[in-house]
């Protein structure tokens, strides 16, 4: 079965301690992106990676890392979590190039509060 | 760039009423444009899409959504409401240039009342 895999998908933590939000795909997909999910804005794109060892910013990066060293996996990292993170965290991926339709593949979420 | 906007946050329709959301979309080069569905605790799935073919397009449990270029717009409906539809919609917008960006609008929650 095609699936995006996130964990943790509920977390509650303090200001400061490092958190990283894992995401993998079993689709071979070249494209991962994740997004953060605020009331009233929608979807809002973090960083995304075209392949393996290639990421960029994308509209919302300050305060987030990621890293892809595997083609199936893409973690967040938060090195020090502040508390206007909090929010619900989606990973999400497609093919890449010629190949895709546009059409991305979500997680079921990553709820994160940090106090 | 690409952005859009989505009229009314909320939505509230009767049990078989007509089911009626708004998108209007801005883009400098021909667009991609997506109806994404988001149920309770889950993520996003994908309900139908427009890439430049039919401009009538059909998508999953019954909704359509009609490409108007001349009003930069890209409505979603559905004749017949079901207590199943009630859930979160968003509508999302791609360069046709790029399939690297995908911007969203800030969603349409969507009530359905007995």
């Known amino acids: 079965e095609a699936q995006v895999t996130q964990n943790p998908r509920y977390l509650i933590t303090v200001t400061g301690k490092k958190l990283t939000v894992t995401c993998s795909q079993n689709?071979?997909?070249?494209?991962m992106s994740w997004y953060r999910q605020d009331p009233g804005l929608g979807l809002r794109q973090i960083y995304y990676?075209?392949?393996?060892?290639?990421?960029d910013k994308g509209d919302v990066p300050e305060g987030y890392k990621v890293s892809r060293k595997e083609k199936r996996n893409f973690p967040l990292i938060l090195e020090s979590p502040s508390p206007n993170q909090t929010s619900l965290y989606f990973c999400?991926?497609?093919?890449?190039?010629?190949?895709?339709?546009?059409?991305?593949?979500f997680g079921e979420g990553s709820r994160l509060t940090v106090l | 760039a690409q952005s859009v906007t989505q009229l009314g946050s909320h939505v509230s329709v009767s049990e078989g009423a007509l089911v009626l959301l708004r998108c209007n979309y801005s883009?400098?080069?021909?667009?991609?444009l997506f109806w994404y569905v988001q149920y309770p605790n889950q993520g996003l799935q994908l309900l139908l899409k427009?890439?430049?073919?039919?401009?009538l397009v059909k998508g999953i449990n019954g909704f359509e959504a009609e490409f108007k270029k001349s009003e930069t717009s890209f409505h979603l409906t559905k004749p017949s409401a079901h207590m199943s539809d009630a859930a979160e919609y968003f509508c999302?917008?791609?360069?046709?240039?790029?399939?690297?960006?995908?911007?969203f609008g800030a969603g349409t929650q969507v009530v359905v009342t007995p």
């Open positions: 999400a991926t497609r093919l890449g190039g010629a190949s895709s339709t546009g059409e991305l593949f």
């Open positions: 689709m071979n997909h070249e494209y």
């Open positions: 990676s075209m392949n393996v060892e290639v990421t």
């Open positions: 883009s400098s080069v021909p667009p991609y």
């Open positions: 427009y890439t430049s073919a039919a401009t």
């Open positions: 999302a917008v791609s360069d046709s240039d790029s399939w690297g960006k995908l911007q």
